[in-house]
Each structure stands twice: as C-alpha cells, then as structure tokens.
C-alpha cells in the first residue's frame, strides 16, 4: 500500500526482487530490470489478463458496445484511452426502446373479447395490438420512453458520481469523464438481459383474458395496470428479476477492466471496488423493487 502526501492510498505492486513499486500492469521491473511475473489474479483467472499493446484502438462506438462483451480487457484500454460520452448515451435510447417492447410483449399477451355492437351484442376475439385501438398502446410505449431516457441520464450521472468517489478513494488517476465512459459502457449487459426478458414474455406469459369494450377509453387505461400486476404476481417475473441481477454481476465484472484501464489501479484493487459498487447496485435494484 502506498499513501500519498495529500492523503490518498493505493494498492501497488512491488518488485519480488528489489521491492520497488512497479506499475500495476509492468513486465519488467523500471528499476533492476528483472522479468517480474504478472498478478496473481490474472494467472489465476485468464480472463483478467491485461492486454499485451499498450495502445488499443476499435472502430467507432458500435464496435466498443460489441467489444466490451467479445474482448472486454482491451475493449475498456481503448476507452480508458478514448473515453467518450456518445456510447453510454446510446446504451440509454436502446433500453428505453427495450422497455417500450417489453410494455408491447406484454399487451400483445392481452387476448379479448371486444364488444363491436352493444345493442346486437356481437362480440369477437381480439389482440390488443391489432384491434382497432391498438395505436393507444402503441403511442404508450412511445411516450414511455421519454421518463426511461430521463432516468436513464439520472441514473449514469448517479452512478458516474459515485463510483467515481469509490474509484479516487482506491487511489484513482481517471477523470470524470473516464468513469461515465466506464460506468456506461459498463452496462451494456443489462442491454441483452432486457431483450432475452422479452423473448421469456413472448413465450411463457400466459394470455391475458378479458372483456373491454374499445370505444371506452377509461376501459383501455384500465387494462394496463391489471396486465402488469398480473404479470407482477407470476413466476415469469421472478425469472426476469434473477435474470436482472444476473445482468448487475456481469456488469460488475466489466466494471474491473474498466476500473483498472482507465484509472490505472491493479487488478486485486479493482476487483475489491467493482465488488462493492456491484453489491450497492444490486441491493438498490431489489430495494426499489
């Protein structure tokens, strides 16, 4: 541990042979020379491994949201290098667009029987989204996405401030904008989670059956809320939740690259503060829940 005049500490490694203070990711010892062997952590588990070039570069944003999941240690070297704000913005316009589908998957679920003439009393079976009065939902989804985006923006500016708080409190070199670009990123699994959620309520939800008469619109608002705490009550939903979390720990694992590249700490410490930023994330998301 090394603790600096201004007060900060940081883990750093030694030298096995003249016990200098080498940089986390060195080969070579900058003072005797000697080959000094890599992190414990990252011969125990390969995946850890720093990435051997110094300099990373990928092709454009979409190629970092894909890399990230392919090749994340020299994914987030690039982002630590490159750090942009465009990447963690698109991740929130796509999950606002998910959770929109995820409203739709669910309405579509909604099989009823819509009476087409009162007096006659003629009545057929029809899906929400199709019916006459799908576009309601449609627009639904649409306008839903606004308040997604905005907390989407809240939650990255949260997130960014404390992380970044936890990241110079463990001896940290990155800026602000490093940590948004990682906290951000960052979050791409929940991205695949959410999609695989839509495709578990396409498939198991059972239909929704009930008996709404389209030309009354406080009927439709009213089919909604029923739909969600009907699937709210369901197993399916507990599925989804594990799955959720599952998404946070996989998160929490590219939080370590990200951590370590950008801010320049070794792989042990960056896996002691991705654990606990890992566990607040969690607990919140089954507080609020």
Known sequence: MLVFPTGEWVMVRRCEFCDSPVPADATRCPVCREEIAEETLERILPLLKRPEA???????????????????????????????????????????????????????????????????GTTTNANLLVSPHGS?????????????????????????????????????????????????????????????SIIIVLAIVPYYPTVVNLYDAGALAGITPSLVMFVYASDVWWIIDIMTTGG????????????????????????????????ILILTFWQMH
Not at 138 to 155: C, D, K, N, T
Not at 177 to 189: A, D, E, H, N, R
Request: glycine content about 10%; aromatic content about 12%; charged content about 10%.
């Open 136 to 196: 309601y939902f449609f627009l639904l989804a649409l306008i839903g996405m606004l308040p997604s985006i905005m907390l989407g923006i809240i939650y990255l500016i949260i997130g960014t401030a404390f992380a970044h708080f936890a990241f110079k409190l463990a001896g940290g070199a990155g800026g602000k904008m490093k940590t948004l670009s990682i906290v951000g990123y960052s979050m791409t699994p929940i991205i695949f989670v959410r999609l695989l």
């Open 54 to 120: 110094k300099e990373v570069r990928f092709v454009g944003i979409f190629a970092r949201l894909w890399g990230v999941i392919r090749r994340p240690s020299a994914t987030f070297r690039d982002i630590g290098q490159r750090p942009d704000a465009a990447g963690p913005f698109i991740i929130i316009l796509v999950n606002a667009a998910i959770i929109a589908g995820l409203f739709l998957s669910l309405s579509s679920k909604v099989t009823t029987i819509v009476v087409l003439n009162a007096t006659a």
């Open 248 to 279: 946070f720990l996989w998160t929490g694992l590219l939080l370590i690259f990200g951590i370590r590249e950008a801010h320049d700490t070794s792989t042990l410490w960056a896996v002691v503060v991705s654990i606990v930023c890992t566990a």
